[in-house]
């Protein structure tokens, strides 16, 4: 369904209580911060592993922080757009929200939410690797720190952050809207199940077909800024 049709008359038809939504990178795409799967994506040039892995952190701990020493300082030049401010709308306009996003930026922060679960972890934090603090970090890892201290990231293989909260909400809230996912990455991707389970109306927004479109209820194609604020209006009227 095209952007055209967007009229789902949501508030007309439904009055939601609880409403979650799961970002992902194309989201944040908008504000200049590339995607991962996207022809240029982020990965481009760096095998997954060897930057998104406890593994390749071992292996080569500069390498893992200057890719994200890199994308910490991205933060200094990009904003929240539209689809970040529409969200924080949304949040204020209904009884219960939850957002659960995969990005590690800080734009959903900025956009002024407040709910947020960073389930893959933050740019703006690192952790002790032998005493496991976790502390927001704005600049640069220097050298003498790699080995002491790595990017409080989720790398694959490693366990996701706020799992049970995220079930929790998942498994209750009468609308889940996932927005700019290539729904590749678990358990994020799977989390669509939990909403289901509970007969929430399910809302795919993305730029292009996922493969798990079709276990959503409504599937809208188009760019996060154009297509959330509109979404958004229709709930919040
Ligand atoms: C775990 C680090 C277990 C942060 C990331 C086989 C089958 C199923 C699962 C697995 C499997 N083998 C292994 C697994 C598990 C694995 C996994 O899912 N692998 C995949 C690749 C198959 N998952 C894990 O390892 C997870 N952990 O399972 O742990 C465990 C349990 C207990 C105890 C110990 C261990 C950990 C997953 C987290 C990995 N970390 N990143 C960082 O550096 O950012 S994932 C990485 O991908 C990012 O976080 C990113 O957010 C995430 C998902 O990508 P997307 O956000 O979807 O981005 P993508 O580019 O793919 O897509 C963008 C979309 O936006 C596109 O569809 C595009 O069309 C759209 N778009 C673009 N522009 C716009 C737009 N849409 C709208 N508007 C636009 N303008």
Redesign the pocket.
């Known amino acids: 369904m095209g952007i055209q049709n967007m009229n789902l008359d949501l508030k007309q038809k439904y009055n939601f209580k609880n409403i979650v939504v799961l970002t992902?990178?194309?989201i944040s795409?908008?504000s200049g911060i590339k995607?991962?799967?996207?022809q240029n994506?982020l990965w481009e040039g760096h095998n997954i592993t060897d930057v998104?892995s406890p593994f390749g952190f071992e292996k080569n701990p500069s390498l893992v922080h200057e890719f994200y020493n890199l994308r910490r300082e991205q933060l200094f030049e990009v904003s929240p757009n539209p689809a970040h401010l529409a969200l924080e709308k949304l949040e204020r306009n209904c009884d219960s929200f939850h957002l659960i996003t995969?990005?590690?930026d800080d734009l959903h922060e900025r956009a002024g939410s407040k709910k947020i679960y960073h389930m893959?972890?933050e740019l703006r934090k690192i952790k002790n690797i032998q005493t496991g603090e976790v502390k927001y970090f704005e600049e640069q890892v220097p050298p003498k720190d790699y080995i002491l201290w790595r990017p409080d990231?989720?790398?694959?293989?490693?366990?996701?952050k706020y799992m049970d909260e995220i079930i929790s909400c998942t498994s209750s809230c009468d609308l889940f809207i996932c927005i700019?996912?290539?729904?590749?990455?678990?358990?994020a991707a799977g989390l669509v199940h939990n909403a289901k389970k509970n007969s929430a109306v399910c809302i795919e927004l993305?730029?292009?077909e996922?493969q798990l479109s079709s276990l959503y209820d409504h599937n809208i194609y188009g760019?996060?800024s154009e297509v959330v604020p509109k979404i958004v209006a229709q709930l919040t009227v």
């Not at 700019?180 to 358990?187: A, E, K, L, M, W």
């Open positions: 992902g990178a194309g795409a908008e995607t991962f799967r996207d994506g998104a995969q990005n590690v893959h972890g990231i989720v790398w694959f293989g490693e366990q996701v700019g996912t290539s729904n590749n990455v678990y358990p993305n730029l292009e996922t760019a996060a």
